[in-house]
Every structure is written in C-alpha cells, then in structure tokens.
C-alpha cells in the first residue's frame, strides 16, 4: 500500500490532523509543559518558605506535553535531597556536608555506580564503623546501600506501593503519581562524556543542546542493575533533566511519532506482555532514529513513514534484547525484560504492526484514535478534545497554589498573633525577594502565592483587633486588600466575615453581592486541596475560557476554598467556629497526616456565600433575599458535585434551618454530614446541642 499514489502523504496529514485534534499540537503542547514547570516552580517557591532542604522536579510525559487523555500518563515527580553531596572530583567535596564518592568501574554495572562515604571534616574516605545503611567492602571502603532511599521514603509517602525506585500513589479516580527519591551530582557522569562527541547524520542534538545538558549534571536513584551482584549498593545514574531538555527540542511530528508509540505500546503490547517494553525504551528508540536520520525526514505528511521507522528500531531491539541508553550507551535498558516466554510474541505483533502499513492504527482504541482515524479518512468531522485538556490543567495549577499555601499555613495552626503574623510577614517579603531575583514562570509561581499569603495577614489582624477593639484596623483591610482578586470569591470572603463579625452589614452585604455578580456558576470552579475527593470533570465554560488563557485565568474563574486559622477565629461567626473543634481526642487518633487542615475551620466558597448572605439578610430582616439565600444554600449542598468540605456546608445549612425553627431538617443535615465523614466533624457536636435544646425545650 505504501507504493500507492500519495497514500503516504495522504494517511500521515489524516493521522497528524487526529492527533492535533485530541490535543497534540504546538499550542497544547506548550500549555502542557508550561503548566507543570509552572507547577515546579510553585514547590521550589513553597519548599523555599518552608526553609526545606530540597528540591523537585517534574519529569516524564505530563511535563514533556507527550500525552493525551486517553493515555493517563502518571505524574512523575523527582524529589532530590540537597543534604547530599555526591561527587566525581575530590575538587568538589565541601567541608560539612554529607560527602559521597561516585566509583563506576569495572565492578559497576554500565549506567550505575557507587557512592562511597567520604569524611565530613577532610577529603578523605571514612574508615568508621558502617551503619545498617552502609556496607564496606573487601577493601574497606564505606559504600552507602540504595534501600537507605526507599526505607526514608517509605516514612514520607505513608500509603505509597513501591514501584523500582519510586513511590507511587495509586488511587481510584485521581492520576497516579510515581516519586522517585534522589541525590543530585553537579558534574556530568563519566559514562556519558562520549556523548559529547557523537553526532549522527541528523546532526542532533545540537551543540547548544548539549552543553546546555552537561550543565544539568545528573542524579543518583537508589535502585540497582537487576542480576547484579552489587544489586543492593549500586545506583542508578538519572539525565533525566538532559533527557527532559532533548524533549524539549523535538518537532510537532517527532512527539506525534512518540505519542503513536505508546498508544501502540497501550492498545498491543501491555495488556498481555506487561512490563516487558516501557515509554522509556520507546523514547530512547525515538532518540536513536532522530539523531540517525536527516531532519528532513521528520515532516508532518510522513507520519507513517517515521512512526514504521521507529517501531522496526524497536523490533531490532527486542530480537537483540538490546537497546541502549541514548546517553549512556553501556547501559541496556532491556536487561531482564524481555522473557523467553514473551520474546516470540511479542517479535509477532511489532511485526504484524509494521507490516500493516498504518492499519494497525485503526485498531488503536486509546482516545478512540482508530475511529477518528477512519471518520477523518471518511471526511466526516471529529471531536475536539483541546479545551477538555487546557481545564485540566488549569485546575491543576489552581490545585497546587491551594495545595502549596496549606502546607505554608500548617506551622502556625497553633501560634499565637505575634507569632502568626511575624511568620506570614516573613513569608512575604521571602516571596517579595525571590520575585526580584527570579524571571519567567519563577517570578509568577511568587505573583500566584503572595496575595493569599496577605489575605491571611490581614484576617489574623482583623482578628486581633476586633478582640481588642471589636473593629477592624486600616492595616489590617490595607493587608486583606492585596488579596481580593486571588480568585473569584475566597479573598473577598474573608474581608466579608471579618466585616460581618463587628456587624457593619451594610459593608458585609454590598461585599457579598459583588461576589455573588461575578460567580458564574456555568463557568466557576471550586478548588480544594484540603483531601482527596472524586469530584466531576470542569464545566465547559471553564474550560472554553482555559483553552484560551493560562494561569491569569485562575482569579476569573476558580472559587478556592477558604480557611481560618484559630488566631483567625475573631473574622468566623460563631456557627463556623464549631469546625475549628471538630475532633475529639479520639477522633485525632483516625487523622492521617494530611489532615491538618482539621484544625482550621475550613469551607467551600460557594455555600459559605449563601450562608453569610442568609445571616446578613436576616440581620437586616430582609425576608425575601434571606430566603433566596436560603434556597441557594440548600441547592448548592446538595447539588454541586466539586465541594470538598460538603459536611461543613450541611453543618451550616443544619444551623440555618434551626434558626427556621425546622428542627427535624436540622438534624436531618447533621446525619447527612456524619454520613459523609464519620469521624473528625462537628456534627456530632451540633446533634448533641439540637438534641439538648429539645429536651430542654420539652
């Protein structure tokens, strides 16, 4: 078929189209990695606040923008201790620091090592006593042993299933997340410095790219070569950071190519061959045949040509059982993989594959890629999925700013005023600093934090003053100012209950209608990061209007949830407050270790608009609009499917309908809300008081 007139060209443009439709093109491509660096950005920035001896990175095909929704690419996060010197050069050992020695020799496995404990105090081996951590060899020499990584990373990732060298969080309804624990070497690994000097027909990569790539030095992982003698001591040499740069630097029609493969790998290979091949062997593959053929070869209307070119490479390989690091040739990825038992078959569909001459696509269900292959070759219309992807990524930046300023927050749960504002001040002008020195998407990850930071700033104030002098001080409504347009309502939330609490309702009531103008409830969406829930996908006015933004988009259309410390606790009417003392002493013992935010009294935007604009009504005897807001309040609880703090919302909705005088609906809210969270919920409190009063009342 390939020798029939223009079938190449015409398949490859029909092939390219598809792909471009469920968002592999230049532009979603770009949001994609613009995204998640973003997202990197914002956990150097909080682990920075946190004073954290650390850093992370965002690897694989989320920040590579090689993915689709069909997909369902993991989350790959690198997170590397900076406590860790591993050296190649004594020139580089520093005095103090924990010191390691990279050995590759011949003992070594190719694209492995071993670190050796160097003194702390001289550039000198350590000849001490090793720990149960260590291992010294016939030689003497201290070696450090990989498990050191997973034990410590075991404690971290409570919960997590160990995959190889990486943690990974698996839940239903939410994406996997592999972390992989690592120790970074500012020089560029031994093993690959012949890299520098290969250059294949193609003429890439670049030299730019390279010396930018030695720049990025390397990683240490604990994990050892499968088979190895020194299985448990040896280390895993990472480039991941010049790999994810090689990415970088690829056409539209080489990552079309890549993303073919793993839909491939998806629909033929890992349903019955399992782990046998990986993306990464079919990057690696990619890699080979760019730098080996003529760049001119990579156009969008030969598609097929490339994609038949690849998986023949890749054919080779596994009848080789060989396929080399791109960067550290030594190293065969395929090493233990391919099984005797799988070897036949798998050579049977690569080749059944490529000798389809791009049939085989048809078959493709990952993101019904073959229908829409044949609806586009049949010139029938397609669906587009771009703005499907650009929602969710836009939330996921939303999620990671709510995320990162909780984990900011969490140190002064307890603290007093003084001590509360001394700490967000000095979050603040860390963040002001960092901004001034920082360009691109590091100085945006700052413009995104900041204001929430104020915000707080200025309710713990609020809170002091109207503990004093039952008002609220210029500095304090200067401070919360600075925040208002963080998103659509939780800044102005707060300036709305801190003036509800010294019952200027005028204030309170002009503020909660301005919110209420601009929450669009076709449009807006709820962020909350306190806990994992299963909510519903964005709504589709959010995500036309992501697909046309990037994060500037967040303060127009994203309702974040909303979260008062105790020193805040002067700005929460009292029916709130109650969530501050939700857990009883038995309760704490049922918290996992992301549930600090139980000690805050935390809610969603949404609800807790309607329930103040029900008490401001009320305040006012403005009967009609209490009631509207009543209706709201009902409506939202029960309706909207992305509230995190549904059992709060039902808390205050109960106390609502008690001040209705509806008892039996009140408590009707309550056991709705235990239902919901059985253990660490106010409701139990509420139920008591209601049950009391009517006894009482009795």
């Known amino acids: 078929m390939f020798q029939q007139p223009g079938y190449i060209k015409n398949v490859s443009l029909r092939v390219s189209e598809v792909l471009?439709?469920?968002g592999v093109d230049e532009r979603i491509v770009q949001k994609r990695r613009r995204t998640w660096l973003l997202d990197e950005s914002l956990f150097a920035r909080s682990l920075q606040l946190l004073d954290a001896n650390g850093s992370s990175y965002f690897l694989g095909s989320q920040c590579e923008g090689t993915t689709t929704l069909g997909l369902q690419s993991d989350c790959d996060r690198l997170e590397c201790q900076n406590g860790c010197n591993v050296i190649q050069d004594w020139a580089d050992w520093e005095p103090g620091e924990n010191n390691y020695l990279m050995i590759q020799d011949e003992t070594v496995s190719p694209g492995y090592c071993l670190l050796q404990l160097l003194r702390d105090d001289a550039p000198l081996p350590d000849n001490g006593v090793p720990n149960k951590y260590q291992f010294k060899d016939r030689t003497g020499r201290i070696l450090l042993k990989n498990i050191i990584m997973s034990a410590g990373a075991a404690i971290v990732y409570e919960g997590g299933v160990r995959h190889g060298p990486a943690y990974a969080h698996r839940q239903p309804?939410?994406?996997d997340t592999d972390i992989v624990g690592a120790c970074r070497c500012k020089s560029w690994p031994q093993q690959a410095r012949q890299w520098f000097n290969q250059q294949g027909v193609g003429q890439w990569p670049s030299d730019l790219m390279k010396k930018y790539c030695s720049n990025t030095g390397c990683f240490v992982v604990g994990v050892g070569s499968k088979g190895s003698d020194n299985e448990e001591i040896e280390w895993r040499i990472s480039t991941s950071l010049a790999e994810r740069c090689l990415m970088?630097?690829?056409?539209i029609t080489q990552i079309r190519c890549f993303v073919l493969m793993k839909m491939i790998l998806k629909t033929f290979i890992k349903p019955h061959f399992k782990d046998t091949i990986s993306s990464f062997m079919c990057k690696t593959v990619l890699f080979r045949c760019i730098a080996y053929t003529h760049s001119n070869a990579w156009r969008e209307n030969n598609l097929l040509v490339c994609l038949s070119l690849c998986l023949f490479v890749l054919?080779?390989?596994?009848?080789?059982?060989h396929c080399p690091h791109f960067i550290i040739p030594g190293n065969n990825l395929m090493r233990g993989h391919i099984s005797h038992e799988y070897k036949p078959y798998l050579l049977e569909t690569l080749l059944y594959i490529i000798n389809s001459e791009g049939r085989a696509l048809l078959e493709t269900r990952c993101d019904a890629l073959g229908s829409m292959i044949y609806l586009k070759l049949s010139c029938f219309l397609s669906f587009k999925t771009s703005h499907i992807v650009s929602g969710q990524l836009l939330n996921t930046t939303a999620l990671s700013i709510n995320?990162?300023?909780?984990?900011?927050?969490?140190?002064?749960?307890?603290?007093?005023y003084a001590e509360a504002l001394q700490t967000l001040l000095k979050c603040i002008s860390k963040l002001a600093i960092i901004y001034d020195q920082s360009q691109g998407l590091d100085k945006t990850a700052c413009s995104l934090l900041v204001p929430h930071f104020c915000t707080t700033l200025g309710s713990v104030l609020g809170s002091c003053n109207i503990q004093q002098y039952h008002t609220i001080s210029a500095d304090a409504l200067t401070w919360i100012s600075l925040g208002l347009n963080?998103?659509?309502s939780s800044g102005k939330l707060k300036l709305a209950s801190m003036l509800y609490c010294i019952e200027n309702t005028q204030r309170t009531e002009i503020v909660l209608r301005d919110i209420e103008a601009n929450y669009h409830l076709n449009i807006v969406e709820p962020i909350c990061h306190c806990h994992d829930f299963i909510g519903q996908p964005p709504r589709n006015g959010f995500n036309a209007i992501s697909d046309n933004h990037n994060e500037e988009a967040i303060q127009y259309i994203t309702s974040f949830c909303i979260s008062f410390l105790p020193c805040e606790i002067n700005c929460v009417p009292h029916e709130l407050r109650y969530e501050i003392f939700r857990s009883t002493q038995e309760d704490i013992a049922f918290r996992g270790r992301e549930d600090y935010w139980m000690d805050w009294a935390a809610v969603d935007s949404?609800?807790?608009l309607y329930f103040l604009q029900y008490k401001t009504y009320s305040s006012i005897q403005s009967h009609e609009d209490k009631q509207r807001a009543l209706s709201n309040l009902i409506r939202t609880t029960g309706q909207e499917p992305n509230l995190g703090h549904r059992e709060t919302a039902l808390n205050l909705l109960g106390q609502c309908m008690e001040q209705e005088d509806r008892a039996r609906d009140a408590l009707g809210c309550y056991i709705l809300s235990l239902n919901l969270r059985g253990r660490n919920n106010a409701a139990k409190v509420h139920i008591c008081r209601l049950l009391s009063t009517l006894v009482n009342d009795h």
Do not use: C, M, W
């Open 315 to 321: 054919y080779n390989s596994v009848l080789n059982e």
């Open 20 to 22: 471009a439709d469920i």
């Open 606 to 608: 949404l609800p807790y």
């Open 173 to 175: 309804g939410f994406r």
């Open 486 to 488: 963080t998103d659509v």
């Open 403 to 416: 995320l990162k300023i909780q984990e900011s927050l969490t140190d002064i749960t307890h603290s007093s």
């Open 248 to 251: 970088f630097n690829l056409s």
